[in-house]
DNA sequence: TTTGACCTTGCCCTTGGCGGCAAGGTTGAA
DNA sequence: TTCAACCTTGCCGCCAAGGGCAAGGTCAAA
């Protein structure tokens, strides 16, 4: 299958595949005149590529699971460095979500002070 | 003061205040050789900002703030505009922070089928 | 034959808050 | 005098995952 054709199969743009493949994490052969052929497990690849980022992984985090991107990814668990890296993504997430969590309820606690100032006007 | 007394009384940088000027939101006198003077009560508005970027406001954002800037913006709130914005920010922050917690949600999920996969191995 | 859909590489742009560097002027102190 | 520490403007880089465009090649159908 040609590029675009893979695209329409996984949901993503042609940029994107690109984009992975010069990530390395997709490859494809090219036909005489140039153009990208794929393998049909490669839709299977690219959709486990578009579940680890959507779970939060980067591509270079997605490295790490190359040799397990052709399966089901949540199914069959990767390699132990694998889990490391995930494990260390999961704790980033974390804390980024702490952070964030913390900002949040500063701003609301503003606003909060700020409508009852409003309310309650000091006289 | 000059730019480097402020960012030490402030915790920044120069390169920051420099920033801030040309975003709008902080403002100097020239000495003659071109220094840039900045006022006592600058300090207070710096921190102030820096204390809305925390919160998760933009440079952008803050712009609406001007006006009170100077006082104790935690407890001197703004306009209505200002709470406005303040609001539409809390609800990105929201946002982010749901969707954040969704992929955190499903990585870990991810991990802890991969552990128990460790633990009772498909035979 | 010519249109139009598809493909190629390459390169700049986006968001945000600065960092860092170049290349130069200013100043107080040793 | 000359050195170090300060300051100036201007501009590129960064991080991430692509978007978008230019300029061109390819191919099937009408």
């Known amino acids: ?8 199969a996984t949901g993503t743009t042609a940029r994107a595949l ?7 994490l997709i490859s494809s052969e ?20 578009r579940y680890l980022l959507a779970v939060g992984l980067t591509l270079d985090d997605i490295q790490v699971f190359l040799p397990c991107l052709d399966g089901n990814v949540a199914a069959a668990p990767p390699s132990e460095r694998g889990l490391q890296v995930a494990l260390e993504r999961l704790a980033v997430l974390n804390e980024r979500i702490a952070v964030q969590i913390k900002a949040r309820d500063r701003l609301d606690a503003v606003l909060r002070q700020a409508t009852s100032d409003q309310l309650h006007p000091v006289t």
């Open 1 to 8: 299958m040609r590029i675009g054709e893979l695209a329409k």
């Open 18 to 24: 690109r984009h992975y493949e010069q990530a390395g």
């Open 30 to 49: 090219r036909a005489i005149n140039g153009y990208r052929i794929y393998q049909e497990r490669t839709v299977v690849r690219v959709r486990n590529i």
